[in-house]
């Protein structure tokens, strides 16, 4: 089995060693085909994503070369004229097996997913364990050698708003473990990263008030909301107004409540989607019966 890790520089593992990905439209090539794993990409887009303007006559020969090369690469050891397993021919074009790779990010998707259904049963021990473990496949931004390719920054944004959502999960689960003053330090860095996730700062203000820090608690409040009005234009939405109001009267619930009820968001369809996100708080996870898991 060939790993491949895009959860930060592209990178492949060939039996156990590192490979030499070649030149950068070599690497690019490959990035198009681990983003799209398991899926055949047409000759068409990938000429269209390797060559800027009309592609040159000799397009063709020189994709079959670098198809070549990452044969040699990828499985070093294939006799001559054996077919080829992991870098297959299609009838539309080029794709990678999904039988024969492993790829981080479809590790940090089942990863994330485990922890959010551990959330939602209510075990979030089990949920910080399985977010730890999600990001800790993470070594830089996604794809950070080849992010500015087109083929994959649909790709890089819907993995970084994803891994967005699982930090925030495990400061949820960190509240609900009652590790205040661990998740406040966390999440007051967030905020300061992520200025406009309403939900982060939600949590901050849940941490600080329970870390017996009710102004500070309070503050935050007024800080997002005042950044939410000058930047967008608009009010926090009702969760973080609600949680101000128990602040104000010190409402027991908030020592009860594990964590403040999570925002609707979009479902991610599938691991390629290039998908639409908003700034406002964690996603739903896609589980195998097509439905979703809710916080």
Same mark, same amino acid.
């Given at each position: 089995m ?13 039996a156990g ?8 439209k ?13 899926q ?16 040159? +006559?000799?397009?063709?020969? *020189?994709?079959?070369? /670098?198809?070549?090369? =990452?044969? $040699? ?5 294939? !006799?001559?004229r ?26 940090f ?36 050698d ?11 944004a819907?993995?970084e ?21 661990v ?11 992520? +200025?406009?996730?309403?939900? *982060?700062?939600?949590? /901050?203000?849940?941490? =600080?008030? $329970? ?5 500070? !608690? ?12 000058e ?8 969760a973080?107004?609600h949680?101000?109001r ?50």
């Amino acid at each position: 089995m060939v790993e491949f890790r895009a959860l930060g520089p592209l990178e492949a593992v060939v039996a156990g060693h590192q490979a030499d990905l070649g030149a950068p439209k070599q690497r690019a090539l490959l990035a198009l085909l681990v983003s799209r794993v398991g899926q055949p990409v047409a000759v068409d887009v990938i000429r269209e994503e390797l060559w800027t303007g009309p592609p040159p +006559p000799s397009a063709m020969t *020189s994709l079959q070369a /670098l198809v070549a090369k =990452l044969r $040699r690469v990828l499985e070093p050891e294939r !006799a001559p004229r054996t077919p080829p397993t992991v870098l297959r021919t299609h009838p539309s074009g080029y794709l990678l097996d999904s039988r024969v790779v492993d790829v981080d990010v479809r590790r940090f998707g089942e990863r994330a997913t485990a922890g959010w259904q551990a959330w939602d049963r209510g075990d979030p021990r089990q949920a910080l364990t399985e977010f730890d473990a999600g990001l800790a496949l993470w070594r830089g931004p996604a794809y950070a050698d080849v992010a500015n390719a087109s083929s994959v920054v649909p790709d890089v944004a819907r993995l970084e708003e994803m891994r967005l959502s699982v930090v925030e999960g495990r400061c949820a689960a960190l509240l609900a473990m009652r590790a205040h003053q661990v998740a406040v330090a966390e999440l007051e860095a967030f905020v300061q990263a992520h +200025p406009l996730r309403e939900y *982060s700062w939600e949590l /901050l203000s849940l941490g =600080l008030y $329970r870390a017996g820090r009710q102004a500070d !608690a309070l503050a935050v409040l007024r800080t997002i909301k005042m950044r939410l009005a000058e930047e967008l234009g608009i009010d926090p939405r009702p969760a973080l107004q609600h949680l101000e109001r128990k602040i104000l009267n010190q409402d027991p619930a908030l020592e009860m409540d594990p964590t403040p009820a999570s925002p609707t968001m979009p479902v991610l369809d599938r691991p390629t989607a290039a998908t639409q996100f908003g700034t406002t708080g964690p996603l739903r996870w896609p589980v195998e019966d097509g439905g979703a898991l809710r916080r």
